[in-house]
C-alpha cells in the first residue's frame, strides 16, 4: 500500500465526488459540483489537501481563508461560504477555515483525516495565520438529543462519556469547541441543525506590529567559564572581558553571559584592607565596567548578561548586581535577592528586591545570581511573566556548592519550560581573601522532552577549564512544549489550589513608615507561596 498526502488537482475530481457521495449517503449523497472544486483550486490552491491511497483519492479536506473578524461567531455556513460561491475567501484572511473534510468509509481504519489536518496545520504556520476554524457536525446527537442539550452532550464527549465521529475526532486533533452554532446547516438531521465551532490556535502566530528586527527562533549563546586571573589594572581586565565579547561575536552569537563577581581579581590590590572595606572598593569599578560592557555589547552586536559585580547604592548598602546590556545600547539591572550567609559574613551584603522579566530582541530573559536558582519562587515567578531564556552566573568553591547551583537549575528549566545557561569561575585568586578557590562546569540546560536531548543538557563546559561554551536553543520547542509535550507543567498546575505571587515591593510598602526593625526591607521576603 502506497498513502501520499498532497495538494488536490483538477484531475482528481472523479474521485473525489465518488467518496463525498459514499461519506453523505445518510444525509442525501450530495457532492461539490466539479465548477465549485476547481474555483477552489483557482483561489487557493495550496489549501485543498487530498491523500491518495494506491493511486486512489479517498480523503479530501477543503478550505478558504478568511478575516475572521468580518464574520463572527454567529455565522452559518452559507455565509462562510459566500452562499457555496467561496466568495468570502480573502488573501490577506488572518485565519483557515474548514469548508470540508471527508474520508471514504473504506479506508476510515487508516487515520487519514489526521494526515490532512497535520497538513492544514503546517500550511496555517507556513503562512503565519491565527489558526483554523471550522464548523463541526455533531452526528450522534440525535440519539440524545431527548436528555442532552447542545453543551451537555459536548460536555460528555470532551469527557469521553460518549463517542461523536466527528467532535471526538476534532478535540483529539488539538481543536476545542468555541462555541454552539445553532442553525448552522440546514437539513442536517443527525446533528439536530447545531454544530461545533472548533478552533485550533496557531501557538507560532506573531502579528506583524510585534515582529521584531530578530525574528528567527534559533538564538545563540555564548557562555563563559572564566579563568580567575591577576590583572594589572582595570584596562588589562577590560582587555581580557573585550576577547571573550570578539569571541563569540565571530560566532554570531545572541548573548553572551559573563560569571558571578568575575571582576574581583581587582580586589588584589586592596587586599590588605578588611574584606567588607575591600569589596567596596572593588564596587568602584562596577559602573565603568558597566559602561564598557554596554559599549561592547553595540560594537560587537551581541546581548551581554555582565556576571555579577558588587554595588553600593545611594542607600549605602551593598549590593550584588547583574546588568544586561542590549546590543541597541539600552541595560537593566537585577540584584541578587537571596544573600549567601558567607556574603553576609563577609561582605555585609543586603538583598534586592525586585523580580522581573526583561524583554530583549530575542525574546524575554530572566537573572537570577548563584544562590537565587536554588528558591523555586523565583523562577516561576520569571515564568509566569513569559520568560524563556533564565541565565544564572554562579561562583561556587566546592563540588558540593556546584551541584546545588547545577541541579536546582537543571530543575528549573524543567518545572518552568525554558532554557537555563549558568556561567561560573574557575581557577585560583591566592592573593584575593575569600576568592582564593573556584569551581565550575559551565552548561546549558533544556527542559526534558522528546524535542529536547534526553539528559536534558544542551551543551556543557570542561570541568575546571578556561573556555567558551556555543550553544544554539530553539524557542519555538518551548512553545510546542508547552501546547503539546508529554506533560505540559505550566498548564497543569493546580492553580484552584495553590499559587506563586510577588509581593508589593517591599520599599514601595514601606513609604512613609517610621523606620523600626519591622520596617526593615531585608526583613520582608519578596515571595510567598499562598494556599487555599
Same mark, same amino acid.
Given at each position: 500500500?502506497?498513502?501520499?498526502?498532497?495538494?488536490?488537482?483538477?484531475?482528481?475530481?472523479?474521485?473525489?465526488?465518488?467518496?463525498?457521495?459514499?461519506?453523505?449517503?445518510?444525509?442525501?449523497?450530495?457532492?461539490?459540483?466539479?465548477?465549485?472544486?476547481?474555483?477552489?483550486?483557482?483561489?487557493?490552491?495550496?489549501?485543498?489537501?487530498?491523500?491518495?491511497?494506491?493511486?486512489?483519492?479517498?480523503?479530501?479536506?477543503?478550505?478558504?481563508?478568511?478575516?475572521?473578524?468580518?464574520?463572527?461567531?454567529?455565522?452559518?455556513?452559507?455565509?462562510?461560504?459566500?452562499?457555496?460561491?467561496?466568495?468570502?475567501?480573502?488573501?490577506?484572511?488572518?485565519?483557515?477555515?474548514?469548508?470540508?473534510?471527508?474520508?471514504?468509509?473504506?479506508?476510515?481504519?487508516?487515520?487519514?483525516?489526521?494526515?490532512?489536518?497535520?497538513?492544514?496545520?503546517?500550511?496555517?504556520?507556513?503562512?503565519?495565520?491565527?489558526?483554523?476554524?471550522?464548523?463541526?457536525?455533531?452526528?450522534?446527537?440525535?440519539?440524545?438529543?431527548?436528555?442532552?442539550?447542545?453543551?451537555?452532550?459536548?460536555?460528555?464527549?470532551?469527557?469521553?462519556?460518549?463517542?461523536?465521529?466527528?467532535?471526538?475526532?476534532?478535540?483529539?486533533?488539538?481543536?476545542?469547541?468555541?462555541?454552539?452554532?445553532?442553525?448552522?446547516?440546514?437539513?442536517?438531521?443527525?446533528?439536530?441543525?447545531?454544530?461545533?465551532?472548533?478552533?485550533?490556535?496557531?501557538?507560532?502566530?506573531?502579528?506583524?506590529?510585534?515582529?521584531?528586527?530578530?525574528?528567527?527562533?534559533?538564538?545563540?549563546?555564548?557562555?563563559?567559564?572564566?579563568?580567575?586571573?591577576?590583572?594589572?589594572?582595570?584596562?588589562?581586565?577590560?582587555?581580557?572581558?573585550?576577547?571573550?565579547?570578539?569571541?563569540?561575536?565571530?560566532?554570531?552569537?545572541?548573548?553572551?553571559?559573563?560569571?558571578?563577581?568575575?571582576?574581583?581579581?581587582?580586589?588584589?590590590?586592596?587586599?590588605?584592607?578588611?574584606?567588607?572595606?575591600?569589596?567596596?572598593?572593588?564596587?568602584?569599578?562596577?559602573?565603568?565596567?558597566?559602561?564598557?560592557?554596554?559599549?561592547?555589547?553595540?560594537?560587537?552586536?551581541?546581548?551581554?548578561?555582565?556576571?555579577?559585580?558588587?554595588?553600593?547604592?545611594?542607600?549605602?548598602?551593598?549590593?550584588?548586581?547583574?546588568?544586561?546590556?542590549?546590543?541597541?545600547?539600552?541595560?537593566?539591572?537585577?540584584?541578587?535577592?537571596?544573600?549567601?550567609?558567607?556574603?553576609?559574613?563577609?561582605?555585609?551584603?543586603?538583598?534586592?528586591?525586585?523580580?522581573?522579566?526583561?524583554?530583549?530582541? /530575542?525574546?524575554?530573559?530572566?537573572?537570577?545570581?548563584?544562590?537565587?536558582?536554588?528558591?523555586?519562587?523565583?523562577?516561576?515567578?520569571?515564568?509566569?511573566?513569559?520568560?524563556?531564556?533564565?541565565?544564572?552566573?554562579?561562583?561556587?568553591?566546592?563540588?558540593?556548592?556546584?551541584?546545588?547551583?547545577?541541579? /536546582?537549575?537543571?530543575?528549573?528549566?524543567?518545572?518552568?519550560?525554558?532554557?537555563?545557561?549558568?556561567?561560573?569561575?574557575?581557577?585560583?585568586?591566592?592573593?584575593?581573601?575569600?576568592?582564593?578557590?573556584?569551581?565550575?562546569?559551565?552548561?546549558?540546560?533544556?527542559?526534558?522532552?522528546?524535542?529536547?536531548?534526553?539528559?536534558?543538557?544542551?551543551?556543557? =563546559?570542561?570541568?575546571?577549564?578556561?573556555?567558551?561554551?556555543?550553544?544554539?536553543?530553539?524557542?519555538?520547542?518551548?512553545?510546542?512544549?508547552?501546547?503539546?509535550?508529554?506533560?505540559?507543567?505550566?498548564?497543569?498546575?493546580?492553580?484552584?489550589?495553590?499559587?506563586?505571587?510577588?509581593?508589593?515591593?517591599?520599599?514601595?510598602?514601606?513609604?512613609?513608615?517610621?523606620?523600626?526593625?519591622?520596617?526593615?526591607?531585608? =526583613?520582608?521576603?519578596?515571595?510567598?507561596?499562598?494556599?487555599?
Amino acid at each position: 500500500m502506497h498513502i501520499q498526502t498532497r495538494n488536490l488537482q483538477k484531475s482528481d475530481y472523479h474521485d473525489l465526488k465518488e467518496t463525498m457521495i459514499e461519506v453523505y449517503s445518510g444525509i442525501g449523497g450530495d457532492y461539490w459540483p466539479k465548477s465549485s472544486i476547481n474555483k477552489l483550486l483557482h483561489i487557493f490552491p495550496e489549501g485543498q489537501f487530498c491523500v491518495e491511497v494506491d493511486g486512489k483519492v479517498v480523503a479530501i479536506a477543503l478550505a478558504i481563508r478568511v478575516k475572521y473578524d468580518d464574520f463572527g461567531d454567529n455565522h452559518t455556513y452559507y455565509e462562510i461560504t459566500g452562499g457555496y460561491t467561496f466568495k468570502t475567501h480573502n488573501d490577506e484572511g488572518d485565519y483557515l477555515y474548514g469548508i470540508e473534510v471527508f474520508v471514504h468509509p473504506d479506508y476510515r481504519d487508516l487515520r487519514l483525516g489526521r494526515r490532512l489536518y497535520d497538513a492544514r496545520k503546517e500550511l496555517c504556520e507556513q503562512l503565519n495565520l491565527k489558526g483554523i476554524l471550522a464548523g463541526g457536525r455533531i452526528p450522534n446527537y440525535n440519539k440524545y438529543a431527548d436528555e442532552l442539550t447542545p453543551r451537555e452532550y459536548i460536555t460528555k464527549v470532551k469527557q469521553k462519556e460518549i463517542y461523536d465521529p466527528t467532535l471526538t475526532f476534532q478535540l483529539s486533533n488539538d481543536f476545542h469547541v468555541r462555541k454552539v452554532l445553532r442553525g448552522y446547516l440546514p437539513g442536517d438531521s443527525e446533528s439536530k441543525e447545531y454544530a461545533t465551532l472548533l478552533e485550533w490556535i496557531n501557538i507560532y502566530y506573531v502579528k506583524e506590529a510585534d515582529k521584531k528586527p530578530h525574528t528567527d527562533s534559533i538564538i545563540r549563546l555564548g557562555v563563559i567559564q572564566w579563568q580567575m586571573r591577576l590583572f594589572k589594572n582595570l584596562n588589562t581586565f577590560l582587555d581580557q572581558v573585550e576577547f571573550f565579547v570578539n569571541a563569540v561575536s565571530d560566532y554570531r552569537a545572541d548573548f553572551m553571559v559573563l560569571p558571578e563577581f568575575f571582576n574581583t581579581p581587582l580586589m588584589a590590590d586592596f587586599n590588605d584592607l578588611p574584606e567588607p572595606v575591600a569589596i567596596r572598593k572593588l564596587a568602584d569599578f562596577t559602573v565603568p565596567v558597566r559602561e564598557k560592557l554596554c559599549e561592547l555589547a553595540i560594537s560587537y552586536n551581541v546581548n551581554i548578561v555582565g556576571g555579577s559585580m558588587p554595588l553600593v547604592d545611594t542607600d549605602g548598602k551593598l549590593y550584588n548586581v547583574a546588568y544586561l546590556c542590549r546590543r541597541d545600547g539600552s541595560y537593566e539591572e537585577y540584584r541578587k535577592i537571596h544573600i549567601t550567609p558567607n556574603e553576609v559574613k563577609h561582605y555585609g551584603m543586603v538583598g534586592g528586591h525586585e523580580i522581573r522579566a526583561f524583554d530583549t530582541d /530575542c525574546g524575554k530573559i530572566g537573572m537570577l545570581i548563584c544562590y537565587d536558582v536554588e528558591f523555586p519562587e523565583l523562577s516561576r515567578i520569571l515564568a509566569q511573566q513569559g520568560m524563556q531564556i533564565l541565565f544564572v552566573p554562579f561562583l561556587t568553591d566546592t563540588q558540593n556548592g556546584y551541584s546545588r547551583v547545577r541541579h /536546582c537549575a537543571q530543575a528549573r528549566a524543567i518545572e518552568n519550560e525554558c532554557y537555563v545557561a549558568i556561567s561560573g569561575c574557575v581557577g585560583n585568586l591566592p592573593r584575593v581573601h575569600n576568592m582564593d578557590i573556584n569551581y565550575a562546569q559551565s552548561a546549558v540546560f533544556t527542559p526534558s522532552d522528546f524535542q529536547f536531548p534526553t539528559n536534558a543538557v544542551k551543551a556543557e =563546559a570542561t570541568p575546571n577549564t578556561e573556555m567558551v561554551l556555543i550553544a544554539d536553543v530553539d524557542l519555538s520547542l518551548l512553545k510546542e512544549l508547552h501546547e503539546h509535550g508529554s506533560v505540559q507543567v505550566m498548564k497543569d498546575r493546580r492553580t484552584d489550589l495553590y499559587d506563586v505571587t510577588l509581593k508589593k515591593t517591599a520599599r514601595k510598602a514601606l513609604k512613609g513608615k517610621k523606620d523600626s526593625p519591622d520596617n526593615d526591607p531585608e =526583613a520582608v521576603p519578596p515571595v510567598i507561596v499562598v494556599a487555599d
